[in-house]
């Protein structure tokens, strides 16, 4: 006999239907993330049980707070590397960075990137960088494909959302932050993220983790089934643009 209650469908209760963080803080001691490598070490122990299979380190490249280079990410990443190996650690990491478009903001051909030079850039969160489309157009003349992260908290574009669909048409990819859409960082930035996820507008999505309270608010959302409740189905190409290699 067949029961008349539909049976319902079980929680998806971890993130491996993302499978790769584009943008975090996890290298050490190198901007406002983590802190040392041990710290490092745990975060990332804790994304890998959460179901992340790769993940692009993107510390900030900002001239006037954290000026770093190569000569300052590579060696990080490289710490890291190696105490994942020592604890028997196993997922795909690399390093790119995230960077600070300003008055002190070069192109030139050795900006770290991720895969397939895609930059990822930001702006304040109090107003917009003058010229910033011209910034980005001088970018994609140099062959570089331009990645905003996170529109949703930049205050100046809540008036008028619709602002961000102008990135769209200039090939601009945009960067969710995982946690906005959870309220995590206030009611207007996740009532902007729902709106450009309304909109499909977003390409990838990234955690934008820095210390242990992002950890402990993304682990929540995603446990509880949350996260996938609300984003499952977004059509997101970080696995199709920057998965894991085979």
Not at 49 to 70: D, V, W
Not at 170 to 176: R, S, T
């Amino acid at each position: 006999m067949f029961s008349i209650f539909k049976k319902k469908p079980s929680s998806v209760t971890d993130i491996n239907w993302l499978g790769v963080d584009i943008h975090n803080h996890l290298l050490p001691g190198i901007d406002d993330g983590s802190k040392t490598v041990m710290e490092s070490i745990e975060y990332i122990s804790k994304m890998m049980n959460l179901g992340f299979e790769k993940l692009i380190c993107t510390p900030h490249i900002f001239k006037e707070l954290y000026p770093n280079t190569a000569e300052t990410i590579n060696p990080a990443l490289q710490l890291v590397k190696d105490a994942l190996s020592a604890a028997g650690l196993k997922i795909e990491i690399s390093s790119a960075a995230e960077y600070m478009v300003d008055e002190n903001f070069k192109i030139s051909g050795d900006l770290l990137c991720l895969p397939s030079k895609n930059i990822l850039i930001e702006m304040s969160y109090l107003n917009e960088t003058p010229n910033i489309e011209k910034t980005i157009f001088d970018l994609q003349i140099k062959g570089y494909s331009v990645i905003l992260a996170h529109p949703e908290r930049y205050n100046f574009y809540h008036s008028d959302l619709r602002r961000l669909k102008r990135y769209k048409d200039m090939g601009v990819l945009l960067q969710l932050n995982l946690l906005s859409v959870a309220g995590y960082y206030g009611k207007e930035v996740k009532k902007a993220a729902e709106y450009i996820i309304e909109s499909k507008l977003y390409d990838v999505a990234g955690t934008d983790l820095h210390h242990d309270r992002h950890l402990s608010a993304l682990s929540s959302v995603v446990e509880s089934g949350i996260l996938y409740k609300k984003l499952g189905s977004y059509p997101f190409l970080n696995r199709q643009l920057f998965g894991v290699k085979s």
